[in-house]
């Protein structure tokens, strides 16, 4: 079975800061890995994700991801935040090898990013 | 263009009401994808449909949900003999292809179910 663990519920950080947000994950095969932020009152919009090759992705409002294997991370991180970065973050994983189309998300973490 | 549309965006049941939940999902695309998000926690898969066909339904809470997606196109999501558990935002995604090829979901805006 797949699973995505977000351990911090809630990250602060001040803007102009960087900023990260972490994810592990756990798949029997290999994972399909993605970001998606959800802003209130708003749906999913999906930000990167790791498919296959260079470990580093780099996707929308200047986010990027590293995927590293051995430690079955996929952390999220910005250089600068913005306090319009300010939301919640969902990882998600799918197993690259299992043929169906269960996508798992994480709990979430709330970015506050403090002006 | 047009993204993934819900309606309605809120609804009220009475506890032991059926609801019908719409999803217009993006024009063309294959797969739709019913997942449902209590609150402060990730959405939870529902349902997928390639096209038509329901492909996989293994995460429908119990038999009182159903969901059909008769032409390929438009989807709907019925709740029947709706209970307070029942009670979450029903978030609809649509993707463009089918099978392993399905990369990144598009996502509605969902809609709120609360059930009194």
């Known amino acids: 079975a797949q699973s995505v663990a977000q351990p911090e519920d809630q990250v602060n950080v001040a803007e102009g800061n960087p900023l990260t947000v972490k994810c592990t994950y756990s798949?029997?095969?290999?994972?399909?890995l993605f970001w998606y932020v959800q802003y209130p009152n708003r749906g999913l919009q999906f930000l990167l994700k790791?498919?296959?090759?260079?470990?580093l992705v780099k996707g929308s409002y200047g986010f990027e991801a590293e995927f590293n294997k051995s430690q079955t991370s996929f952390h999220l991180k910005k250089p600068s935040a913005l306090v319009s970065d300010s939301a919640l973050y969902f990882c998600a994983v799918r197993d690259r090898d299992n043929y169906g189309q269960n996508f798992v998300f994480g709990p979430g973490t709330r970015l506050s990013v403090l002006p | 263009g047009a993204g993934v549309s819900q309606s309605p965006r809120y609804k009220v049941a009475k506890r032991g009401q059926d609801v019908a939940l719409r999803c217009d999902p993006i024009s063309g695309h294959v797969s739709l994808f019913w997942y449902q998000q209590a609150l402060g926690q990730g959405p939870e898969f529902l349902t997928y449909f390639q096209n038509e066909a329901q492909l996989d339904k293994s995460g429908l809470p119990s038999d009182r949900f159903f969901a059909e997606r008769p032409e390929g196109s438009v989807s709907t999501l019925k709740i029947q003999r709706t209970q307070q558990e029942d009670s979450a935002v029903y978030l609809c995604?649509?993707?463009?292809?089918?099978?392993?090829?399905?990369?990144?979901?598009?996502f509605g805006p969902g809609t709120r179910l609360t059930v009194t």
């Open positions: 790791y498919i296959t090759g260079d470990n």
């Open positions: 798949v029997s095969g290999n994972p399909y």
């Open positions: 995604a649509s993707s463009l292809t089918g099978g392993v090829l399905s990369y990144e979901q598009y």
